[in-house]
């Protein structure tokens, strides 16, 4: 921005009133046209940043798009990796469930329970309820545990007085995650080689039963 406009006076030229307003006309002239100039400057400096953050907040959503999209289609691989060997490694941990179904869902307005369920192994005395997930999370296991008292309510609605178990699926695990699900008395089932491993919750930890 240019520099205000300076004015001097001539002492042998000694200034009349008409002199001095002409100044002050040039001087108010010269600091409107700057003012001008530094709003018109400043409007296109906004103009350009809420361009920049409509572009930013366009390429998060899109973003976040894909990333959902990938992350459903790497769960439902995970689901298809998992499922079929379900009922095979529960067995070999002492667990004979005669049944499995997958994406169970439960809509009882009139008891206002809503909820889905991934994978929903049973028999006669237990029900196994397994959440699976490509990378798991703290707040994952929490709306799991919320999961299991749902259904729990669900099921002593309808005279259904098994015992039910619960269990976190995932690709990758953290410990934090994994230790967070087996003190919230959840099986945990980690990928091993072709197949997967079950953590048991032992020691510190007990099974918790719904």
Same mark, same amino acid.
């Given at each position: 921005? $240019?520099? &205000?406009? $300076?004015?001097?006076?001539?002492?042998?030229?000694?200034?009349?009133?008409?002199? *001095?307003?002409?100044?002050?006309?040039?001087?108010?002239?010269?600091?409107?046209?700057?003012?001008?100039?530094?709003?018109?400057?400043?409007?296109?400096?906004?103009?350009?940043? #809420?361009?920049?953050?409509?572009?930013?907040?366009?390429?998060?959503?899109?973003?976040?798009?894909?990333?959902?999209?990938?992350?459903?289609? /790497?769960?439902?691989? %995970?689901?298809?990796?998992? %499922?079929?060997?379900?009922?095979?490694? /529960?067995?070999?941990?002492?667990?004979?469930?005669?049944?499995?179904?997958?994406?169970?869902?439960?809509?009882?307005?009139?008891?206002?329970?809503?909820? $889905? *369920?991934?994978?929903?192994?049973?028999? @006669?005395?237990?029900?196994?309820?397994?959440?699976?997930?490509? &990378?798991?999370?703290?707040?994952?296991?929490?709306?799991?545990?919320? #999961?299991?008292?749902?259904?729990?309510?669900?099921?002593?609605?309808? @005279?259904?007085? #098994?015992?039910?178990?619960?269990?976190?699926?995932? %690709?990758?695990?953290?410990?934090? *995650?994994?230790? #967070?699900?087996?003190?919230?008395?959840?099986?945990?089932? %980690?990928?091993?080689?072709?197949?997967?491993?079950?953590?048991?919750? $032992? @020691?510190?930890?007990?099974?918790?039963?719904?």
């Amino acid at each position: 921005m $240019e520099t &205000t406009q $300076e004015f001097t006076i001539d002492p042998t030229d000694p200034p009349t009133f008409e002199k *001095v307003w002409k100044m002050f006309q040039e001087m108010s002239r010269e600091t409107d046209r700057q003012f001008k100039e530094m709003s018109r400057e400043t409007d296109r400096q906004f103009k350009e940043t #809420r361009e920049q953050i409509a572009a930013t907040g366009k390429q998060m959503k899109e973003t976040d798009k894909r990333l959902g999209e990938l992350t459903n289609r /790497f769960g439902d691989m %995970v689901e298809h990796m998992v %499922v079929p060997n379900l009922l095979k490694r /529960f067995k070999a941990e002492g667990f004979v469930f005669e049944m499995a179904s997958r994406d169970l869902k439960v809509a009882d307005e009139k008891n206002n329970i809503f909820l $889905e *369920v991934d994978v929903f192994l049973q028999n @006669g005395d237990k029900v196994m309820v397994v959440e699976i997930k490509a &990378t798991p999370t703290v707040r994952d296991i929490a709306d799991h545990v919320k #999961r299991m008292e749902k259904l729990r309510r669900y099921a002593g609605l309808r @005279g259904d007085s #098994r015992k039910y178990l619960g269990a976190i699926a995932g %690709v990758v695990v953290s410990d934090s *995650v994994k230790n #967070r699900a087996l003190s919230s008395g959840f099986f945990v089932l %980690v990928p091993s080689g072709d197949t997967f491993n079950i953590i048991k919750p $032992e @020691g510190k930890y007990r099974v918790r039963e719904w």
